[in-house]
């Protein structure tokens, strides 16, 4: 992986936790979008470092993806190890895949990206 701002040469280089996987249908982006916008207001509006979250959805085929953006690489790693992490966000994202996608949490893949405005 790399270090802040080694990518671009930006020191002011954020980080994004991508999560993808495929919903049902169009009632099942809606009840997603549901609970990614509690959980968002619950959990996330709490968290040091945390700047937005961002979902985009394909209506031709049901892909479904989630941006959630940190100052930093040290703050989604700090996120990572805490309890909000632990308890809140896993159990959440474990509902919203069994109940709204393909596969459930084997048809899903995150991946962790660094970003910057260009």
């Known amino acids: 992986p790399?270090?802040?701002?080694?990518?671009s040469g930006s020191a002011s280089q954020g980080a994004?936790?991508?999560?993808?996987?495929?919903?049902?249908?169009?009632?099942?982006a809606?009840?997603?979008?549901?609970?990614l916008r509690a959980w968002k207001l619950?959990?996330?509006?709490?968290?040091?470092?945390f700047v937005g979250l961002e979902?985009?959805?394909?209506?031709?085929?049901?892909e479904y993806e989630t941006h959630l953006k940190f100052e930093s690489v040290e703050a989604l790693a700090d996120?990572?190890?805490s309890d909000a992490f632990q308890l809140e966000t896993l159990p959440m994202l474990a509902k919203v895949l069994n109940e709204c996608a393909h596969g459930g949490a084997r048809g899903c893949h995150r991946q962790t990206f660094l970003y910057d405005e260009m």
């Open 42 to 49: 619950e959990v996330m509006e709490t968290v040091p470092g």
């Open 2 to 7: 790399f270090a802040a701002g080694e990518a």
């Open 16 to 28: 994004c936790r991508v999560t993808r996987f495929r919903v049902f249908d169009q009632a099942a």
């Open 79 to 81: 996120f990572m190890a």
């Open 30 to 35: 809606l009840r997603a979008d549901g609970l």
């Open 55 to 62: 979902r985009r959805v394909s209506s031709e085929t049901w």
